[in-house]
């Protein structure tokens, strides 16, 4: 679809264009570890024959690099991009091998601490401007640069809005302007408030937009949906990814259901919420990724999902995520949070870490807690009443 209200300006993805009046263009990341080539391999087929415009990948070390360039090899065509995590060092490497760099800002400070921020974006520029990619500043709610954390620790919304902001202007005096900016939540109406902040204060520079972890379909599809409305209605939002909780052989699906909901908003079909969605319980689910620790992930939070039905009519918040890297962070402010170990899963009840338990007693365990403060609940109700 074409982004007529957009003020954003066009910037260059390998042959690819977003931004302006370009298409809204749709992209998935490859759920699988990048040194596994035989499933990034399957991951980038299934991307690819859903049509998307492009492909993440996921780079943390050496051999991760050197796993990318023989994918790159054998997928010459699709614009790739790739997520650097923790490691910026690794920029100059995967340049050569993609279309477009994305780092996260509060991921910076993990490497070289007596180097400045600036000196590590600098770095990042450099390679990006000597191989012609596309840099994305990604935010994330979950991995807030912590000086920002710390300083708008009362709105931590303006605390990625700010980040974002002077990210840009950093690239900005480097003349680098072939970019463009996430700003991702789990909260649909965070990712609303966040992108709308940032477009009023910087409407030149194009959006990735997302509702991360989304979780499963279709609650997945609908928290994205109601981003993607109030957003792209509004010219807010060059690029789109659908973060769902999906097995890997349908990872596809993040493409057709970004294409789908872009289309209704362009033909006017707005889907009105169903009411009372997310008064009740809201299970959170991270869309997987290279990073998962267990191959159990998906269908956990499935389960999760069915064990807790019974609680629907609660407003309570479960998170479940795929790893120790984002899961300890990703989960504090739900009520129950669970995240995936190699053998164990982690239970906390927002920032308290309550245990770690087998795969196979987890489930019981989260239910007894669970209960626990529906209890709790209803006794604070009780006696308020009395
Ligand atoms: S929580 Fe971990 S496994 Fe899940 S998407 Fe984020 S990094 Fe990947």
Same mark, same amino acid.
């Given at each position: 679809?074409? +982004? ?6 066009k ?7 977003i ?6 263009? $749709? ?20 991307l690819?024959e ?7 990948? =996921? ?14 090899k ?9 997520d ?11 340049a050569?091998?993609?279309?477009k ?14 180097k ?8 990042? $520029?450099?390679? =990006? +401007?000597?191989?012609?990619? =596309? ?10 640069d912590?000086?920002y954390?710390e300083?708008f ?9 700010r980040c ?16 463009? $900016?996430?700003?991702k ?29 989304a ?5 997945g599809?609908?928290?994205?949906r ?13 690029t ?69 039905k019974?609680?629907?009519?609660h ?8 790893c ?21 899963v982690?239970l ?18 989260l239910?007894i ?6 209890? =709790? ?10």
């Amino acid at each position: 679809m074409s +982004n007529l209200n957009r003020s954003s300006r066009k910037i260059h993805i390998g042959s690819l264009i977003i931004g302006g009046d370009s298409p809204v263009a $749709v992209q998935s990341m490859a759920a699988t570890q990048t040194q596994n080539l035989d499933e990034t391999a399957r991951q980038i087929e299934i991307l690819e024959e859903a049509g998307a415009d492009i492909i993440r990948i =996921a780079v943390d070390n050496e051999a991760d690099v050197v796993a990318l360039e023989t994918l790159r090899k054998k997928f010459p065509k699709p614009i790739f991009s790739v997520d650097l995590q923790e490691n910026y060092r690794l920029a100059p490497k995967v340049a050569p091998l993609v279309n477009k760099i994305r780092y996260n800002p509060g991921h910076l400070y993990h490497l070289d601490k007596n180097k400045s921020i600036l000196e590590k974006v600098q770095f990042i $520029v450099e390679a =990006a +401007n000597s191989f012609n990619c =596309a840099i994305r500043i990604g935010v994330n709610c979950g991995s807030i640069d912590p000086e920002y954390k710390e300083k708008f620790i009362e709105d931590q919304i303006e605390g990625m809005v700010r980040c974002a902001v002077d990210h840009c202007k950093i690239l900005d005096d480097l003349s680098f302007t072939n970019y463009c $900016v996430s700003l991702k939540d789990s909260d649909f109406d965070k990712v609303i408030d966040a992108n709308r902040r940032f477009a009023k204060e910087r409407p030149d520079v194009p959006l990735h937009l997302g509702v991360t972890e989304a979780g499963l379909p279709p609650e997945g599809v609908i928290k994205t949906r109601i981003a993607f409305e109030q957003l792209i209605s509004a010219g807010i939002g060059d690029t789109i990814r659908v973060s769902l909780t999906l097995p890997n052989e349908q990872k596809g699906q993040e493409i057709s259901v970004g294409r789908g909901i872009l289309k209704d908003i362009e033909q006017g079909r707005f889907r009105s919420v169903p009411k009372n969605f997310l008064d009740g319980i809201n299970i959170i689910a991270c869309p997987s990724c290279s990073r998962v620790e267990n191959d159990k992930f998906v269908d956990l939070a499935q389960e999760v999902r069915e064990i807790t039905k019974y609680a629907e009519s609660h407003k309570i918040t479960i998170a479940v995520m795929g790893c120790r890297v984002n899961g300890p962070g990703e989960t504090d402010d739900a009520d129950l949070g669970l995240w995936c170990g190699p053998s164990k899963v982690n239970l906390k009840k927002g920032t308290e870490a309550l245990g770690a338990y087998s795969y196979d007693d987890i489930l019981s365990r989260l239910k007894i807690e669970l209960d626990l403060i529906i209890s =709790a609940r209803n006794s604070q109700e009780r006696s308020v009443r009395e």
